[in-house]
């Protein structure tokens, strides 16, 4: 079945250091969307990207949809300490029938 | 406002217990979803429920029990339930009745089966 292969699967980093994670897969995706987790919280809608080549910014994050629409990217610029959690990608698969999620990228930023 | 909400924020039961979460949006989605999430995993879906009808039961053990009152209210009754149950149960929500839809999740409840 489609799989959505999301990397790193953890990244440590420092305060003010930009930040890269990406998600690809074998099949071509629709949409692509990327959440945010906190511990303890339900995943916070970041970006939703609709069309391929589509490039998105919300605040300091900046997501694309791949001209191929089989990938997308997350960066995130200069990072803060309130940046820590976990990024999902997430698509609708083929049929319309379930939204796949990436396994997560956990990010770390240390002070 | 994006904003679907969820209660309890905690729950603790037994094994012989019967409790229900509650989901509530008002956005006018007409699609809201249950999730399951162990910790450190993506969400996994377990009910889909468009324009108020049951449309997806991902083979989910029948001590979990949906309910979508109407079009802005979802129920999860719980009955028997096992301590490998417990985990975080997400709520969810998208404007149309297509999973294709961009989806709001609420914050969650927390489970813990003794």
């Known amino acids: 079945g489609q799989q959505l292969n999301q990397s790193p699967q953890s990244m440590f980093i420092q305060e003010g250091e930009d930040v890269s994670m990406n998600c690809t897969s074998s099949s071509i995706f629709n949409t692509w969307l990327w959440y945010k987790q906190e511990p303890g919280e339900g995943p916070v809608l970041l970006i939703a990207l609709y069309k391929a080549g589509e490039l998105t910014s919300n605040g300091r994050l900046t997501a694309q949809f791949g001209i191929t629409r089989k990938d997308s990217f997350l960066n995130i610029s200069a990072s803060i300490p309130s940046d820590v959690g976990i990024y999902f990608c997430?698509?609708?698969?083929?049929?319309?029938?379930?939204?796949?999620f990436g396994k997560g990228t956990t990010l770390s930023v240390s002070s | 406002d994006t904003e679907v909400t969820q209660t309890p924020k905690h729950l603790v039961m037994g094994m012989t217990n019967k409790k229900s979460l509650k989901c509530e949006q008002h956005?006018?989605?007409?699609?809201m979803y249950w999730y399951k999430q162990k910790a450190k995993k993506p969400p996994e879906l377990m009910f889909v429920?468009?324009?108020?009808?049951?449309?997806i039961n991902e083979s989910v053990p029948s001590r979990f029990s949906p309910e979508c009152p109407n079009s802005s209210l979802l129920n999860l009754h719980l009955h028997a339930l096992q301590p490998e149950d417990s985990a975080l149960y997400l709520c969810a929500s998208s404007q149309g009745g297509g999973l294709g839809d961009t989806q709001y999740f609420g914050p969650g409840t927390r489970l813990t089966v003794l």
């Open positions: 429920y468009s324009y108020e009808k049951l449309s």
């Open positions: 956005m006018g989605h007409r699609a």
């Open positions: 997430a698509g609708p698969n083929q049929a319309g029938t379930a939204l796949i």
